[in-house]
């Protein structure tokens, strides 16, 4: 059974950063795509970032770009974001979410093309 636990939110001013940590247990996760999903109030969950475990090419939604790095640490089955110069608008909970990658050059990005998630972490950015 696959499990996902984030860690790593909290409140910070703009232009701050904070690292997200998401680790991964219950499988070998070579073949995988890791995600980074965000859900603001009133608004539908939406990608953010994503990394392939194997190779660990990576690709972001545009509002984060030059701003946001995803990685992956294979020693511990973690994958982490680091958040820079964040903005009031990227507060959210963000949500871990993994999948087995199929398709090596397709971009997952849709919520419901993943299959396990994580339990969200807060994420508050004050102006």
């Known amino acids: 059974q696959v499990q996902l636990v984030e860690s790593g939110g909290g409140l910070v001013q703009a232009g701050g950063s904070l690292r997200l940590s998401c680790a991964a247990s219950g499988s070998t996760f070579s073949n995988y795509v890791m995600g980074w999903f965000r859900q603001a109030p009133g608004k539908e969950r939406e990608f953010v970032a994503a990394?392939?475990?194997?190779?660990?090419?990576?690709y972001y939604t545009d509002s984060v770009k030059d701003r946001f790095t995803i990685s992956r640490d294979n020693a511990k089955n973690t994958v982490y974001l680091q958040m820079n110069n964040l903005k009031p608008e990227d507060t959210a909970v963000y949500y871990c979410a993994a999948r087995r990658a199929y398709i090596s050059v397709y971009r997952y990005t849709a919520t419901n093309e993943f299959d396990y998630w994580g339990q969200g972490t807060q994420v508050t950015v004050s102006s």
């Open positions: 990394i392939r475990w194997s190779g660990g090419s990576t």
